[in-house]
């Protein structure tokens, strides 16, 4: 939490308008705790699924690979089409909101009229406030757009999105394969038991990070996501295990 003395100072008249007049830039926190957090558990699943059927180690690093390289496509290859479907439906509104005030101008005033209405603005004070905000055309569609539509102020880069899933796929992805990958150049006893121990860590890191730019509190956040991905690698032991008892 920040001090006193510092949040007075970014709270100057002067800190303010420069803080103001920047752009928001958008986040891709959640672009990369989807793809580390699936590509932990996906691989893991693989790893643990392998091992529960009993099956050689050379076919856990073949299947946790094709997974790794595969699922971490598929998945920023799906949130770069999904990131653009979100911006192109959010032009489309934009171009709507602009043809319905050429159209149907009074229409559009009486809703932002109503918006602030319902705000608690009344009387000189909600006249004032109409006409400010439709006395500028860019200004006007962007109230409609945030007040109306919902959509916010920044716009997510669908190719940064796809590639901040893909490396935190492919590289948080790949721990539950070390242990396997080193064993091929090295004696490594009990594999599994470490490719269990670096995925359960790279759980921990990632609600850590999760947690440092939320606010929540770091452990209650890293056990929350060991949890989650926990509970996905005993399942897929479970069917492995289920898997070597049919065969």
Do not use: C
């Not at 920023?76 to 509104?93: P, V």
């Not at 005030?101 to 109409?130: C, T």
């Not at 905000?133 to 880069?157: A, H, K, Y």
């Not at 064993?183 to 921990?204: I, N, Q, Y």
């Amino acid at each position: 939490m920040l001090s006193l003395s510092t949040l007075k100072a970014d709270h100057t008249p002067h800190a303010v308008s420069r803080r103001l007049g920047r752009r928001p830039s958008p986040s891709y926190l959640h672009d990369f705790i989807y793809g580390a957090v699936d590509g932990a558990v996906t691989t893991f699943a693989v790893v643990a699924g392998v091992a529960g059927a009993g099956l050689d180690e050379t076919v856990v690093i073949v299947l946790g690979g094709a997974n790794l390289f595969a699922d971490g496509f598929s998945m920023a290859a799906s949130n770069f089409l999904g990131s653009r479907a979100e911006r192109q439906r959010r032009e489309r509104a934009r171009q709507e909101e602009e043809h319905h005030i050429d159209l149907v101008p009074d229409g559009e005033r009486e809703e932002i009229r109503q918006i602030y209405a319902a705000k608690g603005f009344s009387g000189a004070d909600l006249d004032r406030i109409v006409e400010v905000i439709t006395s500028d055309r860019e200004l006007w569609v962007e109230t409609m757009m945030s007040e109306e539509l919902g959509f916010g102020t920044t716009e997510p880069n669908e190719y940064r999105a796809a590639l901040s899933t893909l490396a935190a796929f492919i590289t948080i992805g790949f721990l539950p394969l070390l242990a396997y990958v080193y064993g091929l150049f090295a004696e490594v006893t009990r594999p599994f038991l470490w490719s269990t121990v670096l995925t359960g860590l790279a759980f921990l890191v990632i609600g850590g990070m999760k947690a440092r730019f939320t606010g929540q509190n770091r452990w209650r956040a890293a056990l929350e996501t060991l949890a989650v991905g926990g509970l996905a690698a005993v399942l897929a032991y479970i069917t492995g295990t289920v898997l070597e008892g049919v065969t």
